[in-house]
């Protein structure tokens, strides 16, 4: 019997640390393989979704489905912080609601989408915390068009909060359309 599994957690860490069974870890290890994840091979993207699409298509009964350009260069734009499976539902509701035998931009929902970003932003190591957290809502912000209510998904706080410490940093935001 083979087992294939994934994680995203450092398993050997975690038996170090006693919150992983050693036992099960030397039985499921036996050979372990790091696979990249997508951000850090774009150039798999393409190919990937071309299969996905046609798999997802004949097992939809839809007719055969191609990415348009401009979808493909989206798709290979964007980081992938889920990976193959947030790459498959993406793909997958496209196939859906796609008209015509191209998915294209619109289809990919592409303003759910954020663009790659040119690696983590570094900030000096003497950053007072209060600079740190206006810079990052500065960039989130910045990063979702000023959008207020997808910036504090993002953050993972409550648009009013996120409303007061835009006020009490003096940023510019731009109210839910």
Do not use: C
């Not at 050979?31 to 699409?53: M, Q, S």
């Not at 998915?103 to 759910?112: E, V």
């Not at 663009?115 to 003497?126: C, K, L, R, W």
Request: hydrophobic letters at 35%; aromatic letters at 4%.
């Amino acid at each position: 019997m083979r087992l294939i599994s994934a994680t995203h957690h450092d398993v050997e860490g975690r038996v170090r640390e006693g919150t992983f069974r050693s036992d099960l870890y030397y039985r499921i290890g036996a050979h372990p393989l790091r696979v990249p994840p997508l951000r850090e091979r774009r150039e798999d993207i393409g190919p990937l979704a071309t299969g996905i699409v046609h798999r997802l298509a004949t097992d939809l009964g839809r007719p055969h489905t191609a990415l348009s350009p401009d979808a493909n260069e989206a798709l290979a734009g964007y980081d992938w912080p889920g990976n193959i499976r947030e790459l498959r539902n993406v793909l997958e509701r496209a196939l859906l609601v796609a008209r015509g035998s191209t998915i294209d931009t619109g289809a990919l929902a592409i303003d759910r989408v954020a663009p790659a970003t040119s690696g983590p932003e570094e900030f000096p190591i003497d950053l007072p915390l209060e600079e740190l957290e206006r810079r990052h809502i500065e960039r989130v912000l910045r990063h979702h068009g000023g959008r207020v209510d997808r910036a504090a998904v993002t953050l993972g706080i409550s648009r009013s909060t996120l409303y007061s410490r835009i006020k009490g940093f003096q940023l510019e935001q731009r109210d839910p359309a």
